[in-house]
């Protein structure tokens, strides 16, 4: 835990309102630190985390099922 950051930082960071961080820790769906009543958000865990979430382009895609063909029986 070295590069910490609150709330306010964390959300313009991954660029979603305080309300959606808000909603994303009650949900536990984003890493986070919880001491007495301050919200704290590791950089590198964040980074991470937004990473997870991309989603694939179509070419990918394709190059990735030419690798892995599924077989019809």
Request: aromatic share 10%; hydrophobic share 40%; net charge positive.
């Amino acid at each position: 835990m070295s590069n910490l950051m609150n709330l306010r930082q964390a959300s313009e960071f991954l660029g979603l309102s305080k309300n959606t961080l808000y909603a994303y820790v009650a949900g536990r769906r984003i890493p986070h630190y919880k001491i007495g009543a301050k919200l704290l958000f590791d950089l590198d865990e964040l980074t991470k985390w937004r990473r997870s979430k991309r989603v694939p382009m179509f070419d990918e895609q394709v190059a990735e099922s030419r690798k892995n063909p599924v077989s019809v029986k």
